[in-house]
């Protein structure tokens, strides 16, 4: 697919500087990219690649001065990062819509409801009173559980596995190898010592625009809704268990780990291989550095923890300067106390 800059300038709300009739049909690094292709400038520090690349069209920030003159066409922005990553988006989803049909073989079955221009891959199975929105995209080897419904515009990469009476949203993303609505880890203590299965009869709810990394596995609720809320965005293997809910546009990084029905606010940002236990809250807008354990509440909205135990950010990095120069601090007060005893003795001899 061939695009000019007046073209790409409409998608993304920019100003051409230069030939707007420059056509571009691919993407490159500025640092590397060739003629025919699309680049951009968000950091400074890549700023003297814009005067010798071979890229053709360069988004770049509507406040950058430039230095030298540049062969390439410009697009000016406000946010040169955001609108390349529009951008991309837009040219993902041009291409996504050019998969159409049903591929065989896969089973769909006679009591599904299939939308138009929905594409289903080969191998995908499709069980019973499903409902798939339109243009949603199936990829091959996905299993569809009876009683799923999947929103308009929805993409199920290939290899995931969603269990009956699950709901995805619209615009939901999920990525190869994910299982949406396992089981969740319920079992009862025996007196013999022995563990009881308590069946999971809930589900899983997504809302619209969520995106999910690949081999993730979210649990479906004992009773009630394990609950990803919209806008929440998910990293590559991540174990959110049961009567779990997510709030709108936060973010979990990979190998989070997520306990039983602790619920996560909105806007919440969760750094990598953090662990969080169970049937606590986390406040709106809080911030959890990667690998720290969170064991309590977090009450207060736009706080910062880290630590395992996790607590203030702020205190915790305090007390990590102050262990550091324990091995001096020691140093110094043996120092101090061999003056304290020369001291006594110079006085006991007088």
């Known amino acids: 697919m061939q695009f000019s800059a007046a073209q790409i300038a409409v998608l993304i709300n920019g100003r051409v500087e230069g030939n707007a009739d420059t056509q571009v049909g691919s ?14 400038l968000a950091n400074p520090k890549y700023e003297d ?16 001065q430039l230095r030298q003159p540049v062969t390439a066409t410009l697009i000016r922005v406000s946010d040169a990062y955001s609108a390349f990553a529009t951008l991309l988006s837009k040219y993902q989803e041009m291409k996504a819509m050019q998969l159409v049909g049903r591929q065989e073989p896969s089973y769909i079955s006679p009591s599904a409801s299939i939308g138009e221009g929905v594409f289903i891959g080969a191998f995908a199975y499709i069980g019973d009173n499903v409902i798939i929105g339109n243009q949603a995209k199936i990829y091959p080897n996905t299993y569809i559980g009876n009683n799923v419904s999947i929103g308009d515009r ?14 995805i949203g619209q615009q939901v993303t999920i990525h190869a190898g994910t299982v949406i609505g396992s089981d969740g880890f319920g079992f009862a203590p025996q007196p ?3 563990f009881k299965k308590v069946p999971q009869i809930g589900n899983v709810v997504i809302e619209d625009r969520v995106e999910i990394g690949a081999n993730a596995t ?12 919209s806008g ?32 996560i606010g909105n806007n919440v940002m969760i750094g990598g291989q953090a662990g969080i236990v169970g049937h606590i809250t986390i406040a709106d807008g809080s911030k959890i550095n990667g690998q720290s354990g969170v064991s309590k509440s977090i009450k207060e909205p736009n706080t910062s923890v880290t630590g395992s135990p996790a607590y203030d950010y702020t205190s915790a990095l305090r007390s990590q300067a102050l262990s550091r120069n324990l091995p001096e601090m020691e140093k110094r007060l043996k120092e101090l106390e061999q003056m304290v005893k020369q001291l006594l003795a110079e006085r006991t001899a007088i």
Do not use: M, W
């Open 27 to 40: 993407f490159g690094k500025i640092e590397e990219a060739a003629e025919g292709q699309l680049s951009f």
């Open 49 to 64: 690649y814009l005067y010798s690349t071979s890229a053709s069209i360069i988004i770049v920030n509507e406040s950058l």
């Open 154 to 167: 929805s993409i199920i990469h290939p290899g995931v596995k969603i269990y009956f009476d699950c709901k």
């Open 192 to 194: 013999d010592g022995s």
């Open 218 to 229: 979210i649990d479906r609720a004992t009773i009630g809704s394990t609950i990803i809320r």
């Open 232 to 263: 929440a965005k998910l990293d590559n293997l991540l174990q959110i268990a049961h009567n779990v809910e997510v709030g709108n546009n936060t973010v979990i990084a990979a190998q989070v780990g997520v306990s039983g029905s602790t619920k």
